[in-house]
């Protein structure tokens, strides 16, 4: 706009406006014809709840990712043939294969009793005493694979569908597509291992929109001190000045929006200043899990060593998609190789540690979805970015 005449069309903008609006008016045709323009509130609010493509029956997820590679054949994947062949070499394997040269052995069994469980009859490793009572109502896939035996692209192949960094993943492509049920919280929230494990190999990249407006990204709460910056009112405001702050601003960025109505850069940001103080006044009350009757904490295992930490972060993502959050990841597990599910020296001290920190937790959070109406509504997963190969690493187990 012309700074002197703001009526007047500035030469960037004409040219802006001029050579995208013939192929805009296309492609608006082709995604209306298709059922994926977005609705017109978005632009002010683009987190407003849309109804999927499809129909479908879930409407959250939560994603219990096991970071640092669970063994599929130590878990879920029972394979008796490495019972009888353990010890033996892999004919035509090439041990020159991946980051261990001069470390790979034969063939190795699992170190872990496997039993059949539910009607079903499902195999389960012993790591797992209480999911194994839910089996008959878990999906399993086991043809999954990926491209890359490094942590930091097979997370992102994981959470983006890509090796490379910079892709949305699949949290903020939920979100982006559906929106929020909640007003007053964040539409995709991640939690981190809170044993000072740190974060997993790549860090934000595992739940960053990429190329998506900065809206859908994942909101991590911290592990320790205020689970998100600024959370709380700051105390040398006086009652109500901050909604005045507020209310201000909207006014005179709405001034300046109605030079560019078409502008919706503006009008997403001053939404996300309401939702940021909206967040201040809802969610201390919904990451407060100490608010639970104390026979679901206990049913959760808050208050019991190993699975505390874990207990408590699972009952916060049943507060969270409660309360309409749409997306909740909570990472098991952090940054080192010993400090995750990676067991390359000793697979029965490191699985059977962090089995015994989820475990429990994790069979809680089905038992209270069930009881409290939202399993069927709420899609959980659970999954690591890869395995381990069916041979033993030299100097482990």
């Known amino acids: 706009m012309s700074p002197l005449n703001p009526s007047l069309m500035g030469r960037r903008e004409l040219l802006r406006r001029c050579g995208g ?13 298709e059922r994926l323009l977005a609705a017109p509130a978005t632009a002010v609010n683009p987190m407003a709840p849309r109804p999927p493509q499809f129909p479908g029956r879930a409407r959250s997820v939560i994603w219990l990712f096991m970071n640092g590679g669970p063994s599929q054949v130590d878990t879920w994947d029972y394979k008796p043939e490495l019972n009888r062949r353990d010890g033996q070499e892999l004919e035509g394997f090439d041990k020159n294969t991946g980051f261990f040269t001069g470390n790979v052995g034969p063939l190795m069994k699992s170190p872990f009793g ?28 086991h043809s999954c694979y990926t491209e890359s035996n490094n942590h930091s692209p097979a997370l992102f ?6 090796t490379r960094m910079g892709f949305p993943c699949v949290g903020a492509w939920a979100t982006y597509g559906l929106g929020s049920e909640s007003r007053d919280l964040p539409a995709f929230v991640v939690m981190s291992d809170p044993l000072d494990r740190g974060l997993p190999k790549g860090h934000a990249l595992n739940w960053s929109a990429g190329f998506l407006p900065g809206v859908f990204q994942g909101t991590h709460l911290r592990p320790k001190g205020d689970p998100i910056a600024n959370l709380r009112v700051p105390s040398d405001l006086a009652p109500g000045a901050q909604r ?7 006014r005179l960025n709405g001034h300046h929006q109605a030079l560019d109505p078409a502008d919706t850069a503006l009008a997403a940001r001053m ?3 309401e939702l940021a103080y909206r967040m201040q006044m809802a969610a201390p009350e919904a990451l407060e899990w100490q608010r639970e009757p104390a026979s679901i904490r206990a049913l959760y295992g808050t208050e019991d060593k190993p699975c505390d930490q874990f207990a408590r972060q699972c009952l916060t993502a049943r507060r969270l998609v409660e309360r309409g959050v749409r997306f909740v990841q909570i990472y098991s597990g952090g940054m080192d190789n010993e400090r995750s599910w990676d067991g390359h020296e000793n697979i029965v001290r490191n699985h059977g540690g962090f089995a015994a920190e989820t475990d429990r937790p994790i069979a809680a959070l089905l038992t209270d979805l069930e009881q409290r109406g939202l399993l069927d509504e709420t899609l959980v997963i659970w999954g690591g970015e890869f395995g381990r190969l069916p041979i033993v690493q030299k100097g482990g187990t």
């Open 114 to 141: 496997w039993a059949q469980h539910g009607s079903s009859g499902t195999w389960v490793s012993d790591l797992f005493p209480h999911l194994s009572r839910h089996v008959d109502r878990m999906a399993f896939i």
């Open 244 to 250: 005045e702050q507020l209310d201000l601003l909207a």
């Open 21 to 33: 609006g013939a192929g805009l008016l296309g492609l608006a045709a082709l995604l209306r014809d």
């Open 271 to 273: 939404e996300s200043f």
């Open 157 to 162: 192949m994981m959470n983006t569908g890509y």
